[in-house]
């Protein structure tokens, strides 16, 4: 299992950035994706959550990211997309692509990893 995780960077508050998650080693349309993020000090935590199974998808986010952010995933390119509108300060932190989970829990497989940083 491969997860190839892109599309950090440097954002100023209010702004947009898309992080992409490209996968491989495994059927990617029968497992749940996730996104987690480690904000500096803390510990890793789910950002965002999305399952397949058929023609339906399921998603989850936590309460800090409601209306903000948005993922999706797209079965053909084996890849999940994480949109981040109004980013925060506090939405900085290393983005992680996960897979081997549920809606609500990681898997045991991750990715390298990306930077976010929001400056205020």
């Known amino acids: 299992v491969q997860l190839q995780a892109s599309g950090g960077g440097l954002v100023q508050t209010g702004g947009s950035l898309k992080l992409s998650c490209t996968a491989s080693?495994?059927?990617?349309?029968?497992?749940?994706m996730g996104w987690y993020r480690q904000r500096p000090g803390q510990q890793r935590e789910l950002v965002a959550t999305?399952?397949?199974?058929?023609?339906?998808?399921?998603?989850y986010y936590a309460d800090s990211v409601k209306g903000r952010f948005t993922i999706a995933r797209d079965n053909n390119k084996n890849t999940v997309y994480l949109q981040m509108n109004s980013l925060k300060p506090e939405d900085t932190a290393v983005y992680y692509c996960?897979?081997?989970?549920?809606?609500?829990?990681?898997?045991?497989?991750w990715g390298q990893g990306t930077q976010v940083t929001v400056s205020s």
């Open positions: 996960s897979t081997g989970g549920n809606l609500y829990n990681p898997g045991e497989y």
């Open positions: 080693g495994f059927t990617f349309s029968r497992r749940t």
């Open positions: 999305v399952s397949s199974f058929g023609s339906t998808t399921s998603t």
